[in-house]
């Protein structure tokens, strides 16, 4: 019971953290979220990372949260789910109800203008930083189908300004349709044996 009382506390504050701490939405957290549990925790691996990241991606809502409630779901069942929603919601509860309070000093301050876009520099680093590790692991497996599904939603999505929810949608069916083939193809070399 103890060792479940102190996951669920470093669920929760890893998440917390996570979330106080992560400017520019969804996902600069998730790669925040990947360097926590995937590189320094070893929680779950990298591919569960990217399962969970597309999932949380295609699902309704914030991905942040998403995110949260399936990597604590994974890691410590519902408890877990319950612990990282409050970990990742609370910070910017606070901190927007702080703002939402000094709305008229933050709103004219040039200071906290120049410091939000600064942040913005940042935010696009984490970003790219993702982009690129990420994409690098669907090269290394040197599947041809999944490189081609990559770049094929990037150039709709930066060329021909597709919405992401239909890119996502046709990914997801190219994937379920690929998994379909594949079983068939063992289920006929196990048949012929």
Known sequence: MKIKNNLLLKLFTSTFYLSAFTFGGGYVIIALMKKKFVDNLSWIGEDEMLNLTAIAQSSPGAVAVNASIL????????????????????????????????????RDNNVVNAILNGMQA?????????????GGNICKEK????????????????????NAMYIILVCGIIGAVKVWLQAKRVKREVLSK
């Not at 604590?72 to 939402?100: D, E, F, N, Q």
């Not at 940042?122 to 993702?130: E, L, N, R, Y």
């Not at 599947?143 to 597709?162: C, G, H, N, P």
């Open 71 to 106: 990597l604590g779901y994974r890691v410590a069942g519902i408890p877990g789910a319950l612990i990282t929603i409050v970990g990742t919601v609370l910070p910017p509860l606070i901190i927007i109800s702080a703002i939402s309070f000094f709305y008229k000093a933050f």
């Open 122 to 134: 940042g935010v696009a680093a984490v970003i790219a930083d993702v982009v690129l590790n990420l």
């Open 143 to 162: 599947d041809l189908s999944y490189i081609l599904v990559m770049v094929s939603a990037f150039i709709a999505t930066f060329f021909f300004k597709i």
